[in-house]
Every structure is written in C-alpha cells, then in structure tokens.
C-alpha cells in the first residue's frame, strides 16, 4: 500500500526545506502531496520551489477534509493546521524545523523550536508526534524547558549544515582582490537590515570592499526589505541560490542573530554582529557564544573599523573550539531522518 504525506507549506523558505527533505526519499512506497498557505504571492513563489505533481488547492479545505486519508503530515514551521470536522482522526505531524536553534521570540524564555505556544495544544499535549532538531545538547536544552516534549524531539543533524561543508574550498565571487565582506540580516523589526537600512546601504557603497548581502525570504514579501536592497545596486544573494558559496568566498561575515551565524562559523568566517538585543538569544546556546566572542558594531560609522579589526586576526581560530559542538552529527542527517521518518509510516526503511 501507497503512504501518503502531505507537505504543508507557508512559505517559500519552508518550500525550500520541504523540498530538499523530500528529495532524500526515492521509495515508490510513498506519495507526496503539497497543499500551500498564506498570501497568493507567497504561495505562487513557493509553488515555484516545491515542484510536487500532486498539488491540493489552497483555497478549499480538501487536503485536511475527511475525504483525504494521510499517513502523515510535514511541516518545517509551526503553523495551524486546519483541522476540518469530518477528520475525525487527524494524522500524525512531523515537524522538521528551519535551522539550528539559537533565537527566541520577544518575551519568551523559550527557544523558538520548542515554544510551548506552538508546541503544545490546549491540553498541553505536544501537537507533533515526531520533532526533528540539530543537536543533542539543543535537545537536551530544550526538554528541560519543555518537559513534555522529551518523547517527542529527535536529534537528527543538520541538511543544511552536510550541504555546507560541500564549499569549503574557497571559491572567489570576484575577480577584485578587495577583501570579500558578506551581510547576513534575518527579518523583521530586530533583523540587521530593518534596524539599519539606508544608512547600511551607505556605507557599503562608500566603501572599498566587495559586499555581498543576503535578505531573509520574508523580506521580499509586499514591500519587504529585499527588493529596496536590489534596487541600490548592491550585489545580492537571492533565497533561490544556495548559500554555501558566498560564505566561502567571504572574509569577513556581518550579521545579526540569524541561525545563519552558526553557517559562517562551521565555514570557519570571522564574524561581526550587529549589537542586539540580548533577550532575543538564547543563553547557552551556540548564537549566544559565538554573540560572545565577536566584535560588535554599534554605529554604521564604526563599519570599515571592525572589518579591519577582523582581517587583522586572519586565519580566524576564535571558533575553532566550538566547530564540533555546532555540527556534532555531520553527514548523518540523511540516515538519521530516513529512520524517523519510517517510523512514523510504520514501514521499514530503504
């Protein structure tokens, strides 16, 4: 018998994930179906990703109606799942989650993953049958928050962390011999970009250097971010091209307290971090430590000083101690994923 699961998409950076996880599973003992949320430009750009034939109407309520039996549902960021009436047993979800945990919500003293709020039903029941994240001690960190999800997580590794360390070999992005500078700003109010902006902008164009900057996808929904970033002319690194080789290319990494800080630390880059608001990071975590040790930039006027800062320490080692505990399961995640993933479809695996 088929199993069936459904890829619930809410937008095209979970499209992403949802695709390159479906993509490790060549078994004609399963199915693949996608059903997509949000704003119809979110959902025509994630359509775009997520290439699965057989796709449900996200206008209706056919993919969680009674008339459709999944053996499961996955998901890679918390979402409300619209249960219809005639289901009467929903189907187990598997969660896979979008990166390495490190961030918080503002006023939450949980890390993102395992916030209760999105976590746990109104039982306090977890709502996920199967959790999927990085590292054990991130696992370990999280149930003692989160006690009840102890059944529930599972330290799997990291797709994205095993793709990386594919380019480590340098790969020069130019042909200039200016040092090599790589923006790095997640979203919303507290990401790089927001707080920054123009005056960012700026300051990259009056400077000697080749800066690459990379947007978080949300930013490029309605009049995000991301599209102001490309009309001033900067070299851009667009959500549909792969990451790995601008942070090898890069000398010196600027962030804020994205995921993606543990990326240029795995690639061994010297990073400056935007100063932050520390409630946003984890204590303990591994954003929190590498947080710790980088210089930080307080002022856009202070840019060209910490750059130089930083090429004044090459070769980078401030992180090397931490490199095994950022991807402790390197080249596991596929072998680790499929065996959760088979259990959840009751299926032995291939």
């Known amino acids: 018998m088929v199993k069936r699961v459904l890829l619930m998409c809410n937008s095209p950076l979970m499209a992403d994930h949802l695709s390159k996880f479906a993509a490790i599973f060549d078994d004609d003992r399963i199915k693949f179906y996608a059903a997509f949320v949000g704003r119809d430009d979110c959902i025509k750009r994630s359509k775009s990703i997520l290439k699965i034939p057989d796709i449900c109407d996200p206008h209706d309520d056919l993919p969680l109606d009674g008339r459709f039996q999944w053996d499961l549902i996955v998901i890679a960021d918390h979402m409300q799942l619209p249960w219809h009436p005639t289901q009467k047993a929903p189907p187990p979800v598997l969660f896979i989650g979008h990166g390495a945990q490190g961030k918080r919500q503002r006023g939450s003293k949980y890390p993102y993953g395992y916030d209760p709020r999105h976590t746990l039903d109104a039982l306090g029941k977890p709502k996920y049958k199967c959790m999927f994240d990085v590292r054990p001690s991130d696992v370990e960190a999280g149930v003692k928050l989160v006690p009840k999800l102890k059944k529930v997580v599972k330290a799997v590794g990291s797709q994205h962390f095993d793709e990386l360390l594919d380019y480590r070999k340098l790969e020069r992005l130019s042909s200039s011999d200016r040092p090599t500078v790589f923006i790095l700003s997640s979203w919303g109010r507290s990401s790089l970009i927001r707080r920054l902006g123009y ?114 320490f090459r070769p980078w080692t401030q992180y090397d101690h931490l ?15 499929k065996r959760e993933f088979y259990k959840l479809l009751k299926i032995r695996g291939k």
């Open 199 to 312: 005056s960012l902008i700026n300051e990259c164009k009056r400077l000697d250097y080749d800066f690459y900057v990379s947007i978080h996808p949300n930013e490029y929904n309605g009049d995000g971010w991301g599209h102001k970033v490309e009309l001033q002319g900067l070299a851009v690194r667009r959500p549909d091209e792969p990451l790995g080789p601008y942070l090898a290319a890069s000398d010196v990494v600027v962030c804020d307290h994205t995921s993606l800080c543990q990326s240029a630390a795995l690639m061994r880059k010297p990073i400056i971090f935007i100063k932050t608001d520390e409630s946003l990071i984890c204590p303990g975590s591994i954003t929190r430590r590498l947080y710790d040790l980088s210089l930080k930039l307080v002022n856009v006027n202070e840019l060209k000083a910490v750059i130089e800062a930083m090429l004044a």
């Open 323 to 337: 490199l095994g505990k950022i991807h402790p399961l390197a080249g596991q995640y596929e072998r680790l994923a």
